[in-house]
Each structure stands twice: as structure tokens, then as C-alpha cells.
């Protein structure tokens, strides 16, 4: 249709990264619960800080790898 965009998250790097997005979300929803809850929730956030490091200086991501292997979903823009 004319007008219409259409964006198709991916299992890559960069833009419409489904992986950045997941773990934006993720990112959000335990800082929310760091507030409401419990500090306890902070160590997700480092969790996934450290995964983001490893991702960018080896190239492995955890959920790139779930993805791909649990949900069979095919990866682009492999390193």
C-alpha cells in the first residue's frame, strides 16, 4: 500500500535489531522493578550490560544464539 512502512525487526546488528530491541525492553522493564520492587533487579541490567560488551569486542551475543537455535530464526548481518 501506498504510504505505508513496514519494518521487519531482524536477528542482527544495527537498525531493526530484534535483539536490541529485546533487550531494551528487558533493560526498561527491570529498571521499573529495581523502583517498585527490589535492588536485586539491578543485577539483570548488569547482565545484560556485560552481554552487550562481550557482543560488541568477541561477537557473541546470548540471545542472537537463542534465537537463532531455539526459535529458528535466521540471523543477518553476522560478524
Do not use: Q
Request: proline share 3%.
Amino acid at each position: 500500500m501506498e504510504g505505508e512502512i513496514i519494518v521487519r525487526m531482524e536477528v542482527r546488528n544495527g537498525r531493526n535489531s530484534l535483539t536490541r530491541l529485546l533487550a531494551g525492553i528487558v533493560l526498561i522493564a527491570a529498571s521499573g522493578m529495581v523502583i517498585i520492587h527490589s535492588c536485586y533487579w539491578a543485577l539483570l541490567t548488569g547482565f545484560i550490560g556485560l552481554t552487550h560488551i562481550t557482543s560488541a569486542t568477541i561477537g557473541f551475543c546470548p540471545m542472537e544464539k537463542f534465537l537463532h537455535n531455539v526459535l529458528g530464526l535466521p540471523v543477518r548481518g553476522v560478524d
